[in-house]
């Protein structure tokens, strides 16, 4: 055999290898495609995503109208989008293969060094913002008998920048809470925790996969505040219980990174358990614990504290001392209240996302002493119901 023959040879068996490949490859193409929409058809749609967090959108009912709008159409493919077979696992392989050619935020999320997700500052709606501030002064300045403060509580892309992916564009939340402070006013007491969690920036005090802060960036913002609550003698040392090691947040659900597990504790004074009754007015329910076991059954393990927000709470302690706060907050608050349980003989909280009732009578009935005021950043320059639930009652 000459020298053509072997390349001519080599050339054809080189052709039945691609064509054979191509083969396998098309037959395993069909297979797949075939055994996929046979494991849609056959596996039970799915209500809820534990992976996302999310009610999961359900078969549409096929009708005349929405064939001629078009909507079925559309609500068919958010189905089949949400249903389709092993969707989790696509999800974090399409992940993974971005955080590999070099991506580093996802749906609104930075994916941090470290392990470390962060939420993507929001934008400032400062009209709505100056609203809420010029509300907070004039509510202090109509209920001058109460000692209130009003707590800002930083996030964590602003205090822990050294997990941030590299250039990411963050503002400046220094600067917005700069700005915010200036709209306080002079009845009102202001309190910036950046500087003291800064000082704990290396610390567990973020959920790694979470929004929130810890227990334990909750007990730092605490201590910075007892001075200005009027607590001269706060716990020195507490005990600290592990009650989740597998929790995975809210930026994990809304990333689809779920590579990092977080722990959630609680903290109990040393030197004896405080005596308290929690009644929750939504529910009816009374209880003799702030926090709900059941939540640790859930993947939002954060809200183990107070079984999550509600439209108000009232704790009820064995303190004698006609001290009788108010908190209005956000979520942030929920892991922070229990440290504020040895100080006060009862606690009412409001989260105005969900009160619609008087405010003033709120106060005058549960004869009110210090009111606080207890947001994290990034939810309050864009919230829009504070203003009007502290409004006076005759506006």
């Given at each position: 055999?000459?020298?053509?023959?072997?390349?001519?040879?080599?050339?054809?068996?080189?052709?039945?290898?691609?064509?054979?490949?191509?083969?396998?490859?098309?037959?395993?193409?069909?297979?797949?495609?075939?055994?996929?929409?046979?494991?849609?058809?056959?596996?039970?749609?799915?209500?809820?995503?534990?992976?996302?967090?999310?009610?999961?959108?359900?078969?549409?009912?096929?009708?005349?109208?929405?064939?001629?709008?078009?909507?079925?159409?559309?609500?068919?493919?958010?189905?089949?989008?949400?249903?389709?077979?092993?969707?989790?696992?696509?999800?974090?392989?399409?992940?993974?293969?971005?955080?590999?050619?070099?991506?580093?935020?996802?749906?609104?999320?930075?994916?941090?060094?470290?392990?470390?997700?962060?939420?993507?500052?929001?934008?400032?709606?400062?009209?709505?913002?100056?609203?809420?501030?010029?509300?907070?002064?004039?509510?202090?300045?109509?209920?001058?008998?109460?000692?209130?403060?009003?707590?800002?509580?930083?996030?964590?892309?602003?205090?822990?920048?050294?997990?941030?992916?590299?250039?990411?564009?963050?503002?400046?939340?220094?600067?917005?809470?700069?700005?915010?402070?200036?709209?306080?006013?002079?009845?009102?007491?202001?309190?910036?925790?950046?500087?003291?969690?800064?000082?704990?920036?290396?610390?567990?005090?973020?959920?790694?996969t979470d929004h929130h802060w810890t227990s334990l960036g909750a007990r730092y913002g605490f201590e910075a505040l007892t001075g200005t609550l009027g607590i001269d003698q706060p716990a020195a040392d507490y005990d600290v219980y592990t009650v989740a090691a597998d929790f995975q947040g809210t930026l994990a659900s809304k990333s689809g990174y779920h590579?990092?597990?977080?722990?959630?504790?609680?903290?109990?004074?040393?030197?004896?358990?405080?005596?308290?009754?929690?009644?929750?007015?939504?529910?009816?329910?009374?209880?003799?614990?702030?926090?709900?076991?059941?939540?640790?059954?859930?993947?939002?393990?954060?809200?183990?504290?107070?079984?999550?927000?509600?439209?108000?709470?009232?704790?009820?302690?064995?303190?004698?001392?006609?001290?009788?706060?108010?908190?209005?907050?956000?979520?942030?608050?929920?892991?922070?209240?229990?440290?504020?349980?040895?100080?006060?003989?009862?606690?009412?909280?409001?989260?105005?996302?969900?009160?619609?009732?008087?405010?003033?009578?709120?106060?005058?009935?549960?004869?009110?002493?210090?009111?606080?005021?207890?947001?994290?950043?990034?939810?309050?320059?864009?919230?829009?119901?504070?203003?009007?639930?502290?409004?006076?009652?005759?506006?």
């Amino acid at each position: 055999m000459d020298l053509k023959e072997q390349r001519n040879k080599k050339r054809r068996m080189q052709r039945r290898r691609r064509d054979h490949f191509r083969r396998v490859m098309t037959a395993f193409f069909i297979v797949s495609l075939v055994l996929v929409t046979v494991l849609n058809l056959v596996i039970p749609d799915r209500k809820f995503s534990d992976q996302e967090n999310r009610m999961l959108t359900q078969k549409p009912h096929l009708t005349w109208a929405g064939i001629q709008s078009g909507s079925f159409m559309k609500e068919f493919e958010n189905y089949y989008a949400d249903q389709f077979f092993a969707r989790d696992a696509w999800i974090s392989i399409k992940l993974g293969l971005e955080r590999a050619s070099g991506k580093r935020e996802s749906n609104g999320v930075f994916l941090g060094k470290k392990g470390h997700l962060l939420e993507k500052p929001n934008e400032p709606d400062w009209d709505g913002v100056q609203k809420n501030m010029q509300a907070v002064s004039e509510f202090a300045a109509n209920h001058s008998g109460l000692s209130t403060t009003f707590c800002m509580v930083p996030n964590a892309f602003s205090v822990q920048s050294q997990y941030l992916p590299k250039d990411a564009p963050v503002r400046s939340q220094a600067e917005d809470l700069a700005k915010i402070q200036s709209m306080a006013g002079d009845s009102v007491r202001f309190v910036d925790l950046t500087g003291a969690l800064k000082q704990h920036a290396s610390e567990y005090i973020y959920y790694k996969t979470d929004h929130h802060w810890t227990s334990l960036g909750a007990r730092y913002g605490f201590e910075a505040l007892t001075g200005t609550l009027g607590i001269d003698q706060p716990a020195a040392d507490y005990d600290v219980y592990t009650v989740a090691a597998d929790f995975q947040g809210t930026l994990a659900s809304k990333s689809g990174y779920h590579g990092t597990d977080d722990t959630v504790t609680v903290y109990q004074p040393k030197g004896g358990e405080q005596e308290y009754i929690v009644e929750y007015a939504d529910t009816g329910v009374k209880t003799t614990s702030v926090y709900s076991s059941e939540a640790l059954k859930q993947k939002d393990k954060y809200q183990v504290f107070f079984g999550g927000n509600h439209t108000r709470i009232t704790i009820s302690t064995t303190v004698a001392n006609d001290k009788n706060l108010l908190v209005i907050k956000d979520s942030f608050a929920n892991c922070f209240v229990p440290f504020l349980l040895p100080y006060y003989q009862t606690i009412t909280i409001v989260d105005p996302r969900y009160y619609y009732d008087s405010i003033d009578t709120l106060i005058e009935n549960n004869s009110i002493t210090d009111v606080l005021f207890l947001y994290n950043a990034n939810t309050f320059v864009q919230d829009n119901s504070l203003a009007d639930v502290i409004a006076p009652s005759d506006k």
